[in-house]
């Protein structure tokens, strides 16, 4: 029987612990009052989160120090096809398909 790597064991425990870091709150966090100004707050964590996730895919630079456009236009016909629709697949649909369309038309 092959030793273990120690490097797993270190894996191991660090997802034990964020495991039990993150589930405490779902056991111990039902009788949690939280004040009206953290309750509020918590609102703006999803958009956050999700403009963190989504900038620096579409403000990519080229390798000639300009913005590629192309991502630019795609991501502000979803983010149009977004607020209009509010539909997940719409988005990516109509996305993903402003930016094949600009691809194709604008070769880099």
């Not at 790597?5 to 589930?23: M, S």
């Not at 149009?80 to 094949?100: K, P, Q, Y």
Request: charged share 10%.
């Amino acid at each position: 029987m092959a030793a273990i790597d120690p490097l797993w064991w270190v894996i191991g425990l660090i997802g034990l612990g964020t495991f039990a870091w993150r589930g405490s709150f779902l056991v111990f966090g039902r009788g949690l009052r939280m004040p009206d100004l953290v309750r509020r707050a918590l609102n703006y964590v999803p958009p956050a989160v999700f403009a963190a996730l989504v900038l620096p895919g579409l403000m990519q630079w080229q390798a000639d120090g300009t913005l590629d456009t192309p991502r630019l236009i795609a991501g502000a016909v979803a983010g149009a096809v977004a607020w209009w629709t509010r539909g997940t697949i719409a988005t990516l649909v109509a996305g993903m398909a402003v930016l094949w369309i600009l691809r194709a038309l604008m070769p880099v």
